[in-house]
Structure formats: C-alpha cells, structure tokens
C-alpha cells in the first residue's frame, strides 16, 4: 500500500514478516493444497526476518577469532538451521543477539524524539528491525552507534551483550538451551492465582512451544493461536480444526481439555464433531395452576 493512503488508516504498523512467509509457502507450493497442507503452512516456524541478520552476525565473528565467546557464537549462527522449533537449540542466542543489536542500534536515532515524549517508540520493537537491518546493510559511517569505532565493532559488542543478558535471566541461564524451555505455555485459569493448591486441575500444561511471535505459528508463553480452522465449502468432514482450553470453562467438565492436545502439537482435528455423548433437553415449565403442579 502505498504511503499516503497507509497514513490514512494509521502509522503504527507491524512487521510484515509472518504475511510475507505465507505468501511464500504458498506460491511455493506449486499445486492446489489440501486441508493438511494448509494447516502445515499455520504450523511453519521458520523466521526469515532473523535469518537476515545471520550474515551480519557471523562475519563480524572470525573463525580463529581470538574471543572464545565469539567463536561459541559465530558456530551458533552456522548451525542454526532458521526454525523456532522447541528443540532448537540455536534459536534462543540469534533471537536475543538480533533483538540486542536492534534495540541498540534504533536507540539513538529516536532518542530526539524520546526525549521530546518520553515513552514515544515508532510501533512495537519488531517495528525497528528492518530500519536496524538497512543500516547493518549501508553501514553509514555517521550512525555508527557512539562507544564504537565501526559497525563491525558494533556487531560484536551486542553480540556479547546478548550472551550476558541471558546469563542474567531469572528464567534459564543456558544459552544452548532448548527454545521450548523458554516459550513454555502459560495458560492459567482466572481462580488460580487465588487457589494455588487448585493450579494442576485449573491450568493448562506447560508444555514446551514451537514458534515465536514472527513465525507464522505464533507463540509465546502467554500469547498463541486463538484457533485454527482450514475448511472448504462442501468438504466439511475433511475439515481441521484446532482450539486451545477445550471447550468448556467447568474444570470438572470432561471437556475441559478438550481438544487442547492437537492445538498445542499441531495434530490434525476434524472440523466437524463426531458421535454425540452428552445431550441437554431443555423442558418447558407448566403454566401456573396446571393440576399436578
């Protein structure tokens, strides 16, 4: 959309990348997809927005580099293979570095603006990347971020910070940990902060995730798919559906977890229910006065 009808409807935007990887799996495809093709395009976690980075990340890391840490890293940036799977053990420490040296490189070209209103940011953090990504690709000598001689100084400097801040993180120290283990699901019941002891019947299992927020099977531990639903006029037994928390709000409900299984795997469901098991009749009351009453 071009920019001026764009500022007609607002100037906050999101980053494209999760719309831009599905276009592409699907014009990648090469034939018309079926009902699990198309859940398997929900599913990719492929993060092509940090893949970018990779090759600024990396160069700046020499492979005899006389920086074990760095070493450590650059190795890190070779393996991974661009997913955000739950077992990725690469992702967590490219994640963090891009974030770190976008945040530090955006800084303080709005900081101007920051200080003229302070909270003012351009959109929500992901909104900074691609600028970040253009100035790692111009280098422009003149927004060499202060405290550094070069962009390629830069680069290490905030790779090391990652790893720092990491260490420092109440949540798991490992660097090479399993990306799972940090986006683990947070899906708890409204009573129980207030009934700790009920927490194992209330609350969802904290599994471990695939994905992140730029993927297109978005996760993080308390945000996810509100549901996934693949179904096409006049093929509705071949349709998938998926809903996280099942499909009663009653803890001591059988369908309490209904279904939350396939969500939080990515199985296939079907769309349309199968055998009935319970049924509700509702009974009109008798007027007032009817004998017998």
Known sequence: MPAPQARRLGTLWESGARA?????LLESAGAPLDERAMLDVQLDTRSTMYEAFIPHLAGAIDPDDENRRLRFARGVFERWGGGAGADDREYRLVRWSVLTLVRDAIEPLVA??????????????????????RLLEERPERFVPGGHESWRSFIRASVIRAMDEIREASDDARIDAPWGERNRLEMRHPMSAALPWLRRALDLPANPQPGDLITVRVAS???????RMVVSPGREEDGLFHMPGGQSGHPLSPHYRAGHDAWAEGRPRPFLPGPTVHRLVLTPAAPAGTPGQ
């Open 221 to 227: 531990p308390t945000l996810g798919a509100s549901q």
């Open 20 to 24: 831009a990887r599905i276009a592409t």
């Open 112 to 133: 101007p603006a920051v200080a003229i209103q302070p909270g003012w940011r351009a959109g929500s953090p992901l909104a900074y990347i691609e600028p970040a990504l």
